[in-house]
């Protein structure tokens, strides 16, 4: 564990950063929307970022072996996972990988199925291109979001179909897929010839005791008609910073991405593979204090929701809290939390507007004032 653990208790003025997150809201809002952490990113980064900066010269750049060496080493160390660094494609950023997936395998007319409620730019890739938009519905199953298989087959089975986004941990619910169930979807993309566009941006933010298995490693074939995205922005913070990743070990797949994003997708930006490097290579102690931390938050969430009108189901991964709040029928679900003082992600963006989605990647106390903020309007309105 990082000796520094308690540093994610400390409460930091980001009001003056031009942060997205900070600024959205008026400043006696507590923002607690987008997936972004309030905490310092580890020292391995800070120190590596300013070792870069006092080298002076940030002209044009490429991605380093001893990154991609990091970033196979990684994968092999936490996953199990057997990549090189050949199958490696440098991304700016993970969104708009997924657009780019979307454009560079499908065509106008095809259908892209994807699992529902989902993150934004999942439905914004496919209507942004022109193609058909299949939901299946995630379903509560003994007590976690899953798919609901049958309508999956069903959407998988129409002729147009040509791709699965999967989003494994899930976001919004933080549903971390067993290998049986992707297995389950893997035999469906098979037999149906689908690719396989798996976003796992979350799999470094599992907080139960279960392992993150990796879409492309269930099985040669799942290997082949998989392309994985992966960045540090989530896990290390450094989401400003621009930087991700595409695993994509069927070298036609490759180059056709490749050939797609030419000329149209910026290299990443140089500080971010610097920061990449430090994350995956040095960041281990600082992580595991981090999840440590996370953990305590979402068991802080668990407990004070029986209490209330609002259920969750358990939470296995991420720092987003997935609340329903359905028995308050509200008109307007958003301006109830934010005249509470707290600024929330609306759930009807993510296709389910009896929902809220809350980030607790914040210091305890920040969190605790929050609750309290949410119960005094509960009290308020008569709800408590």
């Known amino acids: 564990m990082d000796s520094n653990a308690s540093c994610f208790d400390k409460e930091i003025d980001r009001t003056n950063s031009n942060s ?13 929307w ?19 900066i006092e080298h002076g ?34 991304l700016p950023g993970l969104v708009c990988a997924l657009h780019l997936a979307v ?44 798919l609901d298989m049958q309508a999956f087959e069903i959407a998988c089975a129409q002729p147009n179909s040509k791709m699965i986004l999967l989003c494994n941990p899930h976001n919004p619910g933080g549903t971390v897929y ?8 893997h035999q469906l ?30 099985n040669e ?13 989530k896990t290390f913070n450094v989401a400003g910073l621009g930087y991700a990743f595409a695993v994509i070990a069927n070298p036609a797949l490759r180059a056709t991405f490749n050939n797609a994003k030419a000329g149209l997708v910026p290299y990443p930006n140089l500080l971010g593979l610097i920061a990449a490097n430090a994350a995956f290579g040095e960041g281990q ?39 329903d709040v359905s028995a308050l029928q509200l008109n307007s679900v958003h301006q109830f939390f934010l005249d509470a003082g707290v600024g929330i992600s609306d759930g009807k963006d993510f296709g389910n507007p009896n929902y809220i989605r809350l980030n607790f990647g914040c210091p305890k106390s920040r969190l605790e004032d929050a609750i309290k903020r949410i119960n005094d309007a509960l009290k308020k309105h008569n709800y408590l």
């Open 20 to 32: 997205d997150k900070w600024t959205k809201y008026p400043q006696d809002v507590i923002p607690l």
């Open 285 to 323: 102690d600082w992580h595991e204090s981090l999840l440590s931390y996370l953990k305590e938050n979402r068991n802080i969430i668990e407990r004070w929701l029986p209490s209330t009108p609002l259920k969750m189901v358990h939470l296995e991964a991420t720092y987003l809290a997935w609340i």
């Open 57 to 90: 010269v940030f002209g044009y750049t490429h991605a380093s072996n001893e990154l991609e060496n990091t970033i196979v080493e990684y994968a092999k160390r936490r996953y199990d996972w057997s990549i090189s660094s050949a199958q490696i494609v440098h």
């Open 189 to 218: 993309a098979q037999r149906y010839d689908l690719l396989v566009v798996s976003d796992e941006i979350h799999c470094d933010l599992i907080l139960d005791d279960v392992p993150h298995v990796p879409f492309a490693s269930v």
């Open 34 to 52: 987008v997936a972004d952490m309030d905490f310092e990113s580890p020292d391995c980064i800070k120190t590596a970022l300013n070792e870069r």
């Open 103 to 146: 454009r560079a395998f499908s065509s106008e007319g095809d259908t892209i199925i994807v699992p529902s409620p989902i993150y934004p730019n999942f439905n914004k890739a496919v209507l942004h291109a022109n193609r058909e938009l299949s939901h299946v519905e995630m379903q509560i199953e003994d007590g976690r979001w899953v």
């Open 221 to 233: 074939d799942a290997t082949n008609r998989t392309i994985t995205l992966m960045a540090p922005s």
């Open 178 to 185: 067993t290998r049986a169930e992707l297995e389950a979807i």
